[in-house]
């Protein structure tokens, strides 16, 4: 049972350098977003989508971009690489349920930019 | 700003006993709450959630009470275990929207 996969896991990147996280879902779910957890930040929502071809910015989104080609593909792409970028990043899936969505999570991809 | 907040950075609690973990809100919009369990160099799992036309909700050992007036919930495990001792995230959302608390480190102490 894959759920959602993220890939690479671990990346050291230099600046300026540009590089795509690449995130997939088996299970069919319409709704992907890309959080970054810095420390004692709590997740922040960078990009989401809420099907495919329809991408929005969440909270954070400079520095980065998105697309959304097929239902179970969300890769994030950095381009310019900064130090400020140096985070742990979360792709995450779901669907909407009777109250609201209830999303899922990868095991998370930690980015180091030097 | 920070729309939702977990104040207590860390809780100790001793094994059997109960461990409340608490979040605040501050948009009125949010409908509907989740609270997420991490262990460390994994990703957040669902644990529970609750929509706003409820004040309680209970799956087990987890019950999350939420009181909309405060504009605060809570996640109440009884009896915790050591298995427990995570970092729990609350998040908070309005339509597709969803914002986290920065967690609170729970140990649990055989």
Not at chain 1, 7 to 28: A, E, H, V
Not at chain 1, 44 to 66: F, Q, R
Not at chain 2, 11 to 30: A, H, K, P, W
Not at chain 2, 49 to 69: A, H, Q, W, Y
């Amino acid at each position: 049972n894959a759920g959602v996969t993220q890939t690479p896991k671990f990346r050291i990147l230099k600046i300026g350098q540009s590089m795509t996280l690449q995130c997939t879902q088996d299970m069919n779910h319409n709704y992907m977003y890309w959080y970054r957890q810095d420390p004692g930040m709590g997740l922040k929502l960078i990009y989401y989508s809420v099907g495919a071809g329809i991408t929005d910015k969440g909270e954070v989104p400079n520095g980065y971009n998105v697309s959304r080609s097929t239902t179970e593909d969300f890769p994030l792409r950095l381009e310019l690489a900064a130090p400020s970028q140096t985070s742990v990043y979360f792709c995450a899936s779901g669907l909407r349920g009777p109250g609201g969505n209830t999303i899922y999570f990868g095991e998370g991809s930690w980015l180091t930019v030097v | 700003d920070q729309q939702v907040k977990q104040n207590s950075p860390s809780l100790s609690v001793q094994e059997g006993r109960i461990s409340i973990l608490n979040c605040d809100y501050t948009n009125s919009m949010f409908d509907y709450f989740l609270w997420y369990k991490k262990y460390p160099a994994e990703g957040p799992t669902f644990l529970i959630s609750i929509s706003s036309i409820k004040d309680k909700n209970e799956d087990g050992r987890f019950t999350v009470f939420l009181n909309k007036s405060a504009k605060h919930l809570s996640l109440h495990i009884v009896p915790s275990q050591p298995g427990d001792s995570a970092v729990y995230f609350c998040a908070a959302s309005a339509g597709n929207d969803m914002r986290f608390g920065a967690g609170t480190r729970l140990t649990v102490k055989p």
